[in-house]
């Protein structure tokens, strides 16, 4: 991003340092340009007074470019008397520690190899560059010739000492760095032009598959369940994508509900000219909740819908709410979904819920015992905006989950002397770009409160409309349209938000908390 590109987008949005120092993942090839071209228009490259050398362990898969003086100097500490610096050495170690374990453990491809390009560090192994980013960032995989279309040779370039970032050190930086940027060259190797939330979202989750005790997934997992009302696939415009990098937080879902070679598998039906035989019109350029819904549906007996649903019910149990025979495995130190609180009776018609999103509330018990939640056709609209929800109500009390239950024929929890929740999801997994926007009417209260909301928005009480959900279909519609109900969602300026811009400001403040600077 050029600098005056991020100046005004700053202005316009108000975004702060912290978001001026994270910038999108960059995807322009380079003409075979690499740091050592001193001449080069690189945003991050040696000095031509720089004299750079490459280290690498013995018979291993990974060159280090490093440099002893001058800015670009890593840290001289030489403790083994290797003639190599000790980072330099315990950078290569780290590489080879991650690239064994995607390739071997894990079942990953190997990047591409560089060995036929012009500018490839010398030979075929991949390439780390270790130069300075003045803290702007701290490193980025980067591609240099896509010779199979969208499958990309690249390397990666990586701050080289890490002092004044807030890493506990140097080697606890590269492990958490070189995880997530080399996976990004792993990616490349299936499909390197694929959506930020399936490639960012993949690679937090690599990083934490790869070394569970850092805190990277912890702390970028705030970027979606603060956005929970926002479609999965679908991350705001600009320079700060907290919310495909918290989508980790699904991609962790699915592997702990199933398996990790789920995500590998998803990245193999990625890849262009591939995709699944149920989806002949995908397979040129795949749409990762396309091929995810035909993976699950073709090796797990299962669908994008009924995880989503049940990707919802998990988010109930984050944090002080965690609950392993329930849930996560362990969500102690996960933070909280987001929730909209309202004073039942609450009413609402035409609620926007958009495809692969869910919105939470969360509604005070008071005197009230039993309560339960509905969900109604919309007389604003000619369609059926029931298709594809899912209602979940849960009751908390002393902070926990009492019951959490699916609504389908008017179930009602226990809430004396706590709150009900309720979890409206859209499991459409939308369709060639399709919104697939639904606008619902949403009743939360007890049986009788909800009953008399029911009848206010035109709908038939008892009735069930055969969805599996706590739906309501009106007995006329009415010829209302629904035009300018399914557009895309708004632009959310530098990543900041502009709509409800004080609580989202609250909720990325705590997400940035402790937040590494990653550009890409």
Known sequence: MRATDLLLCLVLAGCGEEAARREPRVRSQEAELRPTDTSSGLMWRYLATDTVQSSGVDGGAFKVHFTRTGTNAVPAGDADDSGVPDLVERVAEAYEEVGGMYASTLGYRRPLSDATIAANGGDGRFDVYLLDFARAADGAFQTDQCPSG???????????????????????????????????AVQSAYDNAQNVVVSEGTAVWATERFDPSTNDFENFMGGYLSRPDRSLDSAPPGPVPDFAYGSAVFFKFLSERHDDALIRKLWERLEDGQGDVTEPADQANPTFLIQLDALLKRDYQSSFAAEFAEFARWNLYLGGFSDPAQAWDDATNYGPVSMTSVTPPYRVDGARVFYASTQYFSAAAGTRTQMTAALVDSALTTTNDLDGLVLWIAARKAGRNTEVVKVTAGQTVDVTGGSLI??????????????LSQRPGICIGTT??????????????????GVDAGVIDPPDAGSGTDAGMNEPLPPMGCGCGMGSAPALFMALALTFAGRRRRRN
């Open 150 to 184: 969208s499958r990309c040779i690249g390397y990666v370039v990586q701050e080289n000492d890490f002092v004044g970032y807030g890493y506990p050190s140097a080697l606890a930086a590269t492990r958490i760095l070189g995880s997530h940027e080399y996976f990004h």
């Open 422 to 435: 309720a979890a409206v999801v859209n499991t459409n997994r939308g369709a060639n770009g399709a919104s």
């Open 448 to 465: 009788d409160e909800v009953a008399a909301c029911i009848r206010a928005l035109g709908g038939t009480v008892g009735v069930d409309a």
